[in-house]
């Protein structure tokens, strides 16, 4: 079955440090790839998403991710983390031929330290 | 343009009563769906609509009914709440409109309604 595993359910940086977010996934394919955030008491933000091409993408606010086929990866990354980047963070996975439907990971909250 | 609206932001329930979520967006799109979200298990797909007129099944759809009421609007009900329909749930929205590669597009997230069913 397809699944999307985020192994870091938390994740402490301290602001100013380097960030890198896990995020593999069991598919047949090559899907879609996605990164959301969510801050505290909001939906859901597009962060990133990855369709084909170029394997590094970039998204807003400074995040980068890596697609990686070899390892099933899609890998979130910042160099320096601020402190409103506090928030919890969630990959995605949609097949290529799509029923609308998204495979979700259970998130990685990132926690900043001072 | 407010994006994606939900209403109630919070609701209290006592088991087996019944209530209605309620989802609007103003962008134009044509699919929208209906996500619950609970610690640890990240966000689950009850409903979609693909578009004016459709809806499908998700990952857990027990429990739930919905109405794609136009173009904007797609609520959510629960007809006899149950304590393990205690959750967070989102309403989103998608320009998405053909089950092709390349028409793969974002979904924007409404801010949610928190839902206690005692």
């Known amino acids: 079955a397809q699944s999307v595993t985020q192994p870091d359910i938390h994740i402490t940086v301290s602001e100013g440090a380097s960030l890198e977010l896990r995020c593999n996934y069991s598919?047949?394919?090559?899907?879609?790839l996605f990164w959301y955030v969510q801050s505290p008491g909001q939906g859901l933000q597009l962060l990133l998403k990855?369709?084909?091409?170029d394997t590094l993408v970039q998204g807003i606010k400074g995040f980068e991710a890596e697609f990686k086929r070899s390892q099933s990866s899609f890998n979130l990354r910042k160099p320096s983390v601020h402190w409103s980047d506090a928030a919890e963070y969630f990959c995605?996975?949609?097949?290529?031929?799509?029923?609308?439907?998204?495979?979700w990971g259970a998130g990685t909250k990132l926690i900043i330290k001072p | 343009n407010a994006g994606v609206t939900q209403t109630p932001k919070f609701q209290v329930l006592k088991t087996g009563q019944s209530m209605t979520l309620q989802c609007a967006q103003d962008?134009?799109?044509?699919?929208m769906y209906w996500y619950r979200q609970d610690p640890g298990m990240g966000l689950r797909l009850i409903y979609y609509?693909?578009?004016?007129?459709?809806?499908d099944k998700g990952e857990v759809p027990n429990g739930y009914n919905v109405s794609r009421l136009n173009k904007r609007e797609f609520s959510l009900r629960l007809e006899s709440a149950a304590p393990s329909q205690t959750s967070v749930y989102f309403c989103?929205?998608?320009?998405?409109?053909?089950?092709?590669?390349?028409?793969?597009?974002?979904?924007?997230f409404g801010p949610g309604t928190r839902l206690t069913v005692l």
């Open positions: 989103a929205s998608s320009p998405q409109t053909r089950l092709v590669a390349a028409s793969y597009n974002e979904q924007f």
């Open positions: 598919y047949g394919a090559t899907p879609y």
């Open positions: 609509s693909a578009s004016e007129g459709t809806t």
């Open positions: 995605a996975v949609g097949p290529q031929y799509s029923n609308y439907q998204l495979i």
């Open positions: 990855y369709f084909s091409g």
């Open positions: 962008m134009n799109h044509n699919s």
